[in-house]
């Protein structure tokens, strides 16, 4: 009897924590194929037959469509170059260089993915709306309260996340941890 308990236990003691290791890696949206390039987290093989099973998961539990290669990349950061969580009320500049990409998009989103930003704000810049500067292809601050210039609303959300999509872009098949994306400082948190 006392066997046949041990073997219980050991099995629901496996279980439960073979269980919960895939809800944490499914949960924070990692994998195999998750490619970190400074803050910026990508998944290039998520749109194709190839995508391991955590980015099929991910992919399942968000409800979204992944961008197959020939369309794009999307990249998310979860944290500022300071390895810092993203929090919303504080102030983040995301500048510096762009992949080459037709047209990108920029959006601040909270832990549930859904726009960071209350209905009726801006909740994006696309790279024909955003207005560039001669020394800077891409500067964008994200604050909880309203800036001049490119301004992003993170919502005052206590965790956001940056979501970057590159359409039509060659990096889709080169990506690698050597590849010019833009630096998220955090400027000031109150």
Not at 3 to 24: C, D, E
Not at 25 to 40: D, E, K, M, N, Y
Not at 43 to 51: D, L, N, S
Request: aromatic residues 6%; hydrophobic residues 45%.
């Amino acid at each position: 009897m006392r066997t046949v308990t041990g073997i219980f236990l050991a099995l629901g003691i496996g279980a439960a924590t073979g269980l919960g290791l895939t809800a944490a890696s499914v949960g924070r949206g990692t994998g195999a194929g998750v490619l970190h390039i400074g803050p910026w987290l990508a998944t290039p093989k998520a749109g194709t037959t190839e995508a391991d099973p955590y980015a099929r998961a991910v992919t399942a539990r968000l409800g979204t469509l992944p961008l197959a290669l020939a369309d794009g990349l999307a990249l998310t950061a979860e944290a500022d170059d300071g390895g810092q969580r993203l929090d919303g009320r504080c102030t983040y500049r995301v500048s510096g260089q762009m992949p080459p990409a037709r047209f990108w998009t920029l959006g601040v989103v909270g832990e549930d993915y859904e726009p960071a930003a209350p209905a009726g704000q801006r909740r994006a810049f696309t790279s024909y709306e955003v207005l560039r500067q001669a020394d800077l292809p891409i500067d964008v601050v994200i604050a909880a309260t309203a800036r001049p210039g490119n301004w992003l609303p993170s919502g005052g959300a206590a965790q956001i996340r940056l979501i970057l999509r590159l359409y039509d872009t060659p990096i889709a098949t080169t990506i690698s941890t050597s590849t010019g994306l833009p630096a998220i400082t955090r400027v000031a948190c109150s």
